[in-house]
Every structure is written in structure tokens, then in C-alpha cells.
């Protein structure tokens, strides 16, 4: 689930922004690829929109999982056992959680352009941190 603000744990807000040399408001936040809230290596960090931060969470809550994997049927044999309801959601789940991947991708990206290893490709302005 995101991350909430006033922990009193600090900040891995603080230290991306620190890291980075950036400053954002509240518009973003800070997520845990591993997602376990206790690792704030800032390897782990990854800067988000707080809306998208908050559609991955959502995504990845409508996801089939077991163990932490996915856990997925892929036989079309489904289809012919009436199981058309679940194999629609799951694939609807699974196109959200795409689409949603992606856009994080280029945050990934950005990451890796403050880090020094990529060109600014995706021209990414940090606005309204005031
Ligand atoms: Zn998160």
C-alpha cells in the first residue's frame, strides 16, 4: 500500500531527495520496489507520481498472486471449461497492471538519468514542489 507521510521513521523522502539533489512536494512519492517499507536503501527507492504510485499498488492488488508470483492459468483450455469470468478478469487485471508497468518504467528511467546513466530521454520536469 503507499507509503504514508509523518512515519516516524525518517524519511526516505528526505533521503531520495538528499541522493538526488531534487526536491518534490507531495504530488509525489517514494516507492519500495521490493516492496518492504523497511529497506530504504536507496536502491530500493523509486521516485512516482502519487497518482501512479497509487495505480501500481491498486494493479498489483487485483493481481492473482501465490508466494509472491503471479499465478496464472495461460492454458486456453479455460475458456472451454466456462471459466470465461475469471479468465476475463484476470486478463483485464493483468492488461491494467501492464499499462501501469510501463509508466513506471519511465520513472525507472529518470531514475537512471539522475544517476548518470542514461540520457533525460523521457524529459521528465518535476513541477509544483512548492
Ligand atoms: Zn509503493
Known sequence: MPEGYGGIKMNYR???KQHYGIDFGLEYEVHHLDLNHQNDDIE???LLPRKLHHQYH???ARLPMA???LDVDV????ILDGGQAMNAYILSALSDFVDVYYKC???K???AYLDGLIPDIHGIQLGGAA
Not at 492454458?75 to 479455460?78: A, H, L, P, T
Open 105 to 107: 518504467q519511465d520513472w
Open 109 to 111: 528511467d529518470y531514475r
Open 58 to 60: 491498486f494493479a498489483l
Open 75 to 78: 492454458k486456453i483450455r479455460g
Open 14 to 16: 528526505e533521503k531520495y
Open 67 to 69: 508466494n509472491g508470483r
Open 44 to 46: 530500493n527507492l523509486l
